[in-house]
């Protein structure tokens, strides 16, 4: 039977361990899914988000299913034209390995707002 003070300490541990991993996110990496605005563009081996306002460039995943599709269904001549869409989804780090390997981070789409050929200038230039 446990005494009174080390019910304390473990729960006082639990609760330390709990607060440590919950800081241990690093980078602007959350759950919590985001709108992103910015320059999505397409092809063999190339799918990724610049956002509007930030240089960085990101590798795409999309859980939607729809991105791709609406991507598709522009009829492009050729690949990777940009676009520019508007998604809900959340930052995560990239894998170590795979066509995505040279970006930092993955951006995982899980709903697509909107998708047009036309760049608003005065959000992305």
Not at 9 to 25: E, I, Q, R, T
Not at 64 to 78: D, M, P, R, T, V
Not at 90 to 101: E, H, M, R, Y
Not at 102 to 109: C, I, W
Request: aromatic residues 12%.
């Amino acid at each position: 039977m446990m005494h009174s003070s080390s019910v304390k300490y473990v729960f006082l541990g639990c609760a330390v361990l709990l607060m440590a991993m919950a800081s241990c996110g690093g980078g602007n990496y959350s759950n919590k899914p985001k709108v992103y605005k910015g320059l999505y563009s397409f092809g063999p081996e190339i799918k990724s988000f610049s956002e509007c306002g930030r240089e960085k460039e990101f590798w795409v995943t999309d859980s939607s299913a729809q991105l791709e599709l609406e991507y598709s269904q522009l009829n492009f001549e050729k690949p990777y034209e940009p676009v520019y869409v508007e998604v809900e989804g959340v930052k995560v780090p990239s894998d170590k390995d795979g066509l995505g390997a040279e970006y930092d981070s993955t951006l995982v789409v899980r709903k697509l707002i909107k998708i047009t050929r036309e760049i608003p200038q005065d959000i992305c230039h």
